[in-house]
């Protein structure tokens, strides 16, 4: 079994936010995800020190390896397939970019800053079972 297969669950997580989901806010459900105010977004990414971005997108950017491009973006493709929200991830040589958005709230929600979480978690976990040699690259 693959650092990747132990790692993550082989079914959706269907308690984790999806694209067009109800949201909960103060214990009542909303329609949609609401996008979050600048002024949040700055604090909440605070948090994330691997990240950048603004109230359009989240952003991690990576270098890894070449012989792992392949399995590290599958894995990160897993990962947010898993959570059942959207993301893109992107590669030019050595260099993978993450990046999500909630595409119907028009930017970014509070589903992108827990999917950013989970992926950092997940990375962290891959590379302490699995001896991978993912680096971000400083910001």
Same mark, same amino acid.
């Given at each position: 079994?693959?650092?990747?297969?132990?790692?993550?669950?082989?079914?959706?997580?269907?308690?984790?936010?999806?694209?067009?989901?109800?949201?909960?806010?103060?214990?009542?459900?909303?329609?949609?995800?609401?996008?979050?105010?600048?002024?949040?977004?700055?604090?909440?990414?605070?948090?994330?020190?691997?990240? /950048?971005?603004?109230?359009?997108?989240?952003?991690?950017?990576?270098?890894?390896?070449?012989?792992?491009?392949?399995? /590290?973006?599958?894995?990160?493709?897993?990962?947010?397939?898993?959570?059942?929200?959207?993301?893109? *991830?992107?590669?030019? =040589?050595?260099?993978? /970019?993450?990046?999500?958005?909630?595409?119907?709230? =028009?930017?970014? /929600?509070?589903?992108?800053?827990?999917?950013?979480?989970?992926?950092?978690?997940?990375?962290?976990?891959?590379?302490?079972? =699995?001896?991978?040699?993912?680096?971000? *690259?400083?910001?």
């Amino acid at each position: 079994m693959s650092v990747m297969d132990r790692l993550l669950p082989h079914k959706r997580d269907d308690t984790a936010p999806a694209g067009d989901h109800v949201d909960r806010v103060d214990g009542f459900a909303a329609s949609s995800p609401v996008p979050l105010a600048r002024a949040e977004l700055r604090r909440k990414l605070g948090r994330l020190p691997d990240w /950048t971005g603004d109230e359009h997108a989240l952003r991690r950017e990576l270098n890894v390896p070449p012989e792992e491009l392949g399995d /590290t973006t599958e894995f990160l493709e897993r990962v947010i397939e898993v959570s059942g929200h959207g993301g893109r *991830i992107s590669t030019y =040589g050595d260099h993978l /970019t993450v990046e999500l958005h909630t595409e119907s709230a =028009g930017g970014v /929600t509070s589903y992108d800053l827990a999917l950013a979480q989970r992926i950092d978690h997940a990375l962290l976990d891959a590379r302490v079972l =699995g001896g991978g040699h993912v680096h971000r *690259i400083p910001t």
